[in-house]
């Protein structure tokens, strides 16, 4: 059982997670509108999803982040984004955290490629389930998906990478377990 210091840790290290996803997609939003809600999106904010890789409380973090990120969609008429997109970041983070030690190498492969598969089909499904118009298409679906995917793909495999090195170079890995 933890003791009341360890709880206090866990929710602020889970706090500034989520301020951080939050910030970085504000930002990014108000700096480049649309780059953070488009079906090809590059959000910055995902690269912190290497967190998962190194402590437990990104996994509560990144997800509350995305929630508060994607209020900001529902003025644009995109409410099931808050639902959708979180579940997506749910399943992303838990996967990543399982996968933190499955390595090709040095580099965790299998972990870096979970948000390019969770967000590619929850989000991929949303987009043509509820806002193309007309019956779901399979093939439109994988457009979609793919579309979803390619942005995340790239936000993980250039940014996510760097900030994984950056962190090991640096002995952060150590610290922030």
Not at 20 to 34: D, E, S, V, W
Request: hydrophobic share 50%; aromatic share 12%; net charge positive.
């Amino acid at each position: 059982m933890q003791n009341t210091k360890s709880k206090t840790q866990s929710l602020v290290k889970t706090a500034i997670i989520a301020a951080m996803y939050t910030a970085l997609t504000y930002a990014q939003n108000f700096l480049l509108p649309g780059t953070t809600s488009a079906a090809v999106q590059f959000r910055v904010s995902e690269s912190l999803n290497i967190l998962a890789l190194f402590m437990p409380e990104a996994i509560p973090g990144l997800t509350l982040g995305c929630v508060l990120s994607n209020l900001y969609n529902i003025g644009s008429g995109l409410p099931l984004d808050m639902i959708f997109g979180s579940l997506a970041t749910l399943g992303t983070t838990l996967c990543i955290y399982f996968l933190r030690n499955i390595k090709i190498k040095t580099y965790p492969l299998p972990a870096m490629l979970m948000p390019a598969i969770w967000n590619g089909v929850i989000v991929g499904w949303e987009i043509e389930f509820f806002f193309i118009e007309g019956n779901f298409h399979f093939g439109d679906f994988l457009f979609q998906g793919g579309c979803v995917a390619l942005g995340e793909l790239g936000v993980m495999l250039i940014l996510g990478t760097l900030l994984y090195y950056a962190i090991i170079k640096r002995g952060l890995d150590k610290k922030l377990n």
